[in-house]
Structures are given as C-alpha cells and as structure tokens.
C-alpha cells in the first residue's frame, strides 16, 4: 500500500509541481445494530475502501476521495485534484503555506482486551437487547427504549510527500441508548452515550443492565420535572455538563480555524478571559478514551494541548496550515471522519482542570439557582455565543439540591461567562460524545462539578 | 463526469438480490448509490481549496424466517465483496432475533412523473464555473461593505443516483442534480465581533443568483452589529424559514413519524382528525414537488412518492409511513422510508415538507408588528426534547421590531417554550416560500412566545 501511495503522491509533486501531497488509504469494517424495545430493526455489516488525496497547488488545496485502491483512478483523481486546485489558486490574496511536521514512519497496532471483531453478531445483539430489557423493564411507564450500538475497526495507511508514513490501526466501539416515559400526557426523554478506543471491554465497565436503568430512571424521574423559570440565576453544573460546557463555550473558539475566521479568541491570545480558576486541555494522549489517537490525519503526532490556564489563553488547536500562520506548532488536531472528507481542525478529549471544592461546598453558597447534571445538545458561534441543552436538573433552594425541573438550556457570552466560574470542584469525569462540524467526530469532554456565580437560563414558565 | 449507467446499476442490484434469494433469504432488497459531487471552498475570504468526491456503492437488505440483515460495500467492481456482502447480511440476519410484525419487502406499484429534478447542465458544470460563481458571490458581499467578512461558503455541484430491485419485482432507477452556492459572514468594529449570518441557494436545475447571495449575507451581519438588548417577556416573534427548519426538525417532524406514533413517542398520537395547530397551517409532505430538493421517482424502499396532507387547516390527517410501519396497521406506505446512500437501511423521514404559503407578504407581517422579534438562526436546536417539543434556545442574533420597523439586533435572546404550543398561535402565514433542506415554507408569525433577555 505505502508504495502505491508513493507513486500517486509522486505525480502530484512531480507531473503537477504540487508543494504537498498526501494520500490516506482506509479500509474499515463497521457492525452497526438499532434495537427497538426488544426488536433488532436490522443487524447491519459493512465494508469501505477508498483514498482521500490532498495536493496544495500554488497556495490551494485540492482534494478528492474514491472508493477505491486501483493505481489508474487513483492517478486521476489526484490529476483532478491538482488542476481544480490550480484554477482555484488564480484569485489567491493569501496562499496557504504548512508549518514543518516531523517525518513519522510508524505503524500503530491496537491491542484491545477483546477486539469487536472477534465477537459475534448474536453476541453484540444479546448486549444491547439486555440494556433495552432493563430500560423497558424498569417502571411501567417506559415506552421506548432505543439502543443504536456500532463498532469500527480496519487500518488507516497514511504517506506524504514530506516522507511520512503511518499505517494506524482504527478501533471504535459506541453505544447510544435513548428511552422515552410518557404519564399523563407528560412526555419525557433521556440519553446517554458511551464510546471507547480500548475494545469490547466498554461494556465491562458499562454494565448494560446498569446503564439501561440509568437511562430509565432519569425519564421517569423526569415525569415529576417542572418547567422552570427563565433568567439569570447562579447554576452548579455536574461534570456531564461542564464537559459539554468547555467544549462549547471555549473549545471551538480554540480551534485556530475558527479563530481565524474571526472568532473571539482571535485578539485574546495572552489575555485573562476567565477567572483564576479556568483551566482547560485538549488532550489527544488518554489511552482508550472516545477521543484519543496517536497519530492524526495529516500525520502529527497526537498530544496534551493546554488552551487556558488560571484565565489566560495559553494555545490554540492547530492543523499545519493554521500552526503556520500563527508560527506555533503542530498539535495534532487534524482529524477525517473517513476517506470521503478532508482533514479539519477537532477536538480530542476537552476538559477542565480540577480544584479543591466538595459538591456540598458549591451548592450551599448558592440561595436560589439550579444543578444543572446532565446535558443534551449544545452549540457555538464564533461570537462567543454558547447553548448547551439541560436534560436533567434541580432546583436550588437556600443551599439544598431540591426538586427537579426539566427541559432547560443555558447561554451566554464565553468572554463574560468564564469570569463567573466562582468555584470548581475536586472531582472529575469524563463522558464520551461526537462532535458534528460538518463532518462527525468522536470526541470526549468533562472536568468536575463548579459554579458559575450567574449565567441566562432558558425556561419557559 | 464518468457515471454508472442505469444498467450497470440495476444489474448490479438484481445480481445482489438473485445472490442472496439462492443462498437461502427469503425476501431481499437491493439499493445502489452513486454521487458525484464537485465542490469549491472559501474560507477566510478567499477561494482556497476544491474538493471532488466520487462515492459509490450497494446494500442489501436479506430476510430470513422473519429476522433481518443488512449489509452494504463500496467495492462494487469486484464480484467477491459483493458476494462477501450477500454472505454477511445472511450471516447478520441469522444472528438476529425474529420480528413477529415482519409483513414483507413492499410490493411493486407504478411511479409518477416527476419534474425538475435533473438538468444536463448541472451535471455538466465545470470547476471554471463553479470558480467564477464563487468570485461573483465573494465579491458581491465585500462590495457591502468593508466591515463584512466572508467566513465561509462554497458553490458546488452534485449528480445523484439510485437503483433499486427487490424479490417481489419492484425496479426502479432515478437520477438528479443538485446545485448550491452559499456564504456566511460575520462582520467586525472595534473589536465587536456579529455572530455568523448565512444566506445560500439551494437547487435541483441550474438557478442560482450569486450576487443576491452574497449581498443577503453581508447585508444580514452588518445589519447585527447595533444591538441592544431586550426585556424578558412574552411577545410576537416571526420565524423566518431558518428559525422554522431548526425547530421544526428536532420536534414537530418525529411527532407526525409513524414509528414514534406506534411507540409512544409522539404527543400527536390518537390525534388524528383533531385540531393539533393554528387552523392558518396547512402542512403536506410532498415528495414530488417540482423541483423539490428531496423530489424523486421512490423512497429508500423503492416505494413511489406521493403527496401527503399531514395537516390540514389545523387539523391532523395523516402520518408518514415507510412499509413496515405501515404494514403494522394494515395501511400503505407513503412512501417515506429514507436512506444515507449505500450505508444505511431506510427509516422514516420527511420529503419535502410543504408549508403551504398564506397570502401575507413579507412586508405586510412586519408592518403588522408593533413590538416584536424577527428570529433567522437559532443555536441549540436540536437540544429539544423530541419527544416532548419543548425547547430552549438562543437566537443568533434576533431582531427586535417596532411599530413594523426592524430596529436593532440583539444578542443572546433566548426563546423558551413548548413547539406545539407555538404552532397553536400561529396567526400569519407569509406568501414568501423558500425551500431549506426538507421544509418548504413562508415566514411565520407566532404570538406570545416566551423571550428571556439579557
């Protein structure tokens, strides 16, 4: 494969006079089931091959993608993509550069305690029907009960015209479980996801009886949720929801080609945006985490970036050509979602730093606010502007976690917001999601409980 | 542009299908997926990059003593994968469990015409082309003003195509085009940064107005930079399609899917004949649309399109079925099963979902407005309880409107509420229609909407 890819690299460089090619080849086997209550809607297997091929041509990328390994279309394509690029480098006010990356030649084995690929069907079924039975089983009320479950495994080969070349195991295994309650005329929802790198041994630590109940009972805890009342209000926010919390409030505007684009941390670089007790890392490096990797799609190494620390914007997530303009380095952020798409600048692992407080201590300074615990969607806009979506949260009254509520979100200005982190908890956890910026990405966030001292919460009573 | 010939794929299909029936399946579905998609990319103000994409290739759908499987390859030039993927299905399905509902594939029914849909030119258009559309629109929006920069967009072209074939005789073949150029701004003072505005065209024949494109987007962000903020309360908010498609999406389209309904997922369930919006909304999914951006001969399980009326001057009349939800009651399909290409089995989803225009225009419902918001993009939508179709979202940015006048924008609003309550107080419906993904619809002006300032 590395010679095949070579030679196509070759004609870009030398037949086109690219200053860069790069090809990845994938193969990749999926096992996807969707199980409703207790029916299998379709247990599904599948196959991919292709190449993505990338050229940069007088300052402009080219890119192509086909489904497959044939040297003659693979010539193609990347003649393709060398003249497109060409003629898109005619207008160029500012031709693209890379900064320099270092020369790799590696090959990454994954080694999982028990590979999916190894466990039958029947057995990956049995799983998951055994988290919808538990979820169904659980209270009358529980209507539905959703197990969506993939796997991936195959092998991404990666060559450059630099030198590099990576061959790089590919090992995901995801589950996503959503139940419905419904008591009179009251609809209620819950979700949860888990996600792992390591292998099959997701489900020993995520026992599926025990995450069918979880599930279960947050839908039907949640038939007694009030709406609550809009506004600002001081909020605690469990781990759950900080992960998503960081992620949207500061991880996008961190990512360098966001920032560019004009996003707020563009002119902020060195400046105190948040309290003393902000703290954040995109980290690349967890061994078996949703979001982890060695290697990245343009070849960088994968590693521990630290974007804010005690307040000050300290990095930004760089692919080669954002690290160029900024003359930073690298950081390994350049992720595909497969052959079809393009590297982009993504997240791995964001997370908050933690501190020194008990649960107990953040919510008894709080009068009248919310514990917000879980959440459910959230987004960013280069403004500064976040939402992240609350399906799980309590009221606070006079220090004391007490009814729920249901069906919020909270907002605000990431540039305001982080100066209201008035305490930050000693506990600390990580949830595994996918992040979606054209293309999906897996991705994992968390940090520990805090307290934002006010934040605009959404509710409609 | 090399494409698959309608014969090649049906062969192809029809081999998958003949395969699989001799191993042992005793129904089986064949569906082959070509796109080809040209795209070229502007980011940070200038074109910079291009992208061509070539994706191919067939799944099939095997069922055995009632259990199902699926699989699916893009290696479709080698009669081993595809053999290997007849086995794997078969191998799928006998590891699944039986499903007592399991009725049957659909059986075969004629098509209707359809029109609009593809256009030689399209599928013909050159990178020069799409380059110069992309420099026309770029410079249409700079031209605004020196405050605007172009974020992001791109013109690109696309030839989409599908075959099916399934063991109760059902074939069908369809191809399209699909042409689009679109561009997000921000606009930027004094270190005041708008949030992103994004105006696009979006059609099936070759009809795209560049320059209005790139105007419409800058003049939006420009339009965001004086902001003030508002007052808690509620009020009369119109919802522009943007607004509409990001609500809508997440709630009303699952409450009115067979699957959720039969599920318990679905607050519309037993609401059939009942008043369930504003007697203004009349709602039909109709998946032959002439132009329609999800216009084609069938859906994902070779079922014909057709025209439904979901709602009706309020009133509940229909969901939508694939076959087998709609064989759960002994009813037809409507021909909404949906599918991503090769990779996915069907599953029930929108065609075109038609908002029928009322007769407001667009200038009548602001001047109606005495103090009001006007919404086009809303962040955290698809935080919305599916189920439920409360929602809590903030609008990036909204408008405020006085005395029928857009005033100033503002930042951060947050609107709060429950999607089906909202569609009770629609009192206009705008005669200015424009298609956005799935949803065709006008402006919508809905009352007492709850708005959390700042």
Redesign the interface.
Known sequence: MKDLLVKINNVATEKFGAQYAEARAQNLYKTML?I???????????????VALRVLVN??????????FESGILEG?IS??C???K??S?????P?KLALAKVVNDRVVSRPKKNPSDI???DK?KTA?AVTKTGLGFDDRV??CTMDYLDLTGTSFFVNSDGTSIEQDKLYVWGRLTA?A?SGG????SREEIGSTAGYELFDEQIPEKLGEKVAKRAVDQLNAK?LK??KFPVVLGPNVVGVFVHEAFGHLAEA?LA?????LA?NFGKKIGSDLVTFYDDGTIEGSFGAFRYDDEGVASNKTLLIKDGVVAGLMHNRETAQKFNAEPTGNARAEDF???PIIRMRCTYMAPRDQTFEELVEKVKSGYYFKS?????????????????EGFEIVNGEVGPPI????I???TLETLHKVDAVGKDFLIDPGRCGKGQTAFICDGGPHIRLSEV?????A | MVVLEKNVMLSLAENAVKAALQKGAQEAEAYVYEGQA?N??I???????????????V?I?VVVNK?????????I?DGK?VE??VN??L???K???S?P?WKGLPQKKPFATIEKTFDEKVAALG??EL?NVA?TMLEAAEEVDKRV?P??GGVGSAYISSAITNSNGITGFDKGTIVECSLAT?A?EE?A????CFEFNTARTYNLDPVWVGKEAAKLSISALKTKSVE?KSTTVILTQFALQELLAYTLINAIEADNVQ???S?FKGKMGATVTSEKLTIHDDGLLSGGLRTWLFDGEGVPHQKTAVIERGVLRNYLYDNYSAKKEAKESTGNASRSGY???PSIDTTNFHILPGNTTANQMLNEVDDGLIVYYL??A???????G?????A?PAWKIEKGEITHSS??V?????IFEVLKNISLVGSNERQMGSLIAPWVQAENV?V?G?
């Open positions: 969707t409703k209550e207790e029916r299998v809607e379709a247990a599904k297997q599948g196959i991919e091959n292709g300052g402009a990328w080219g890119f192509a993608s086909v489904g497959s394509a393709d993509a003249r497109m690029a003629l898109a005619t207008g160029l006010k500012m693209i039958s069907v029947e079924i029907m209507k539905s419905s419904v009251v609809f209620t929802f709406s809009g506004g080609d560019l684009s004009g996003g707020v002119g079809r798409v393009e959440f459910r969607g959230g987004q960013a806009n280069l403004d500064g502007t976040f939402q992240v979506g609350i399906q249901r069906d919020a979100s907002s605000g200005n605009v919460v959404g509710g409609s | 040209t070229i990319g980011e940070l103000g200038q074109i910079s990059k291009t992208h061509r994409i070539i994706d191919r290739g799944g759908r259990t199902i499987g699926f699989s699916y390859t893009n290696i030039d994968a290997f993927m794997s299905a191998s799928a399905a590891a699944s469990k499903d509902n990178s020069e380059v420099s920069f974020v992001d921000l930027k270190g940064v708008t949030p992103v808690t599920r318990d997922q607050p990779l996915s089995t962040q955290g698809h935080s919305s309880n599916p189920v439920s409360e929602f809590s979202v903030v990036t930042r951060g947050m609107l709060a509420g429950n709850r959390i700042k």
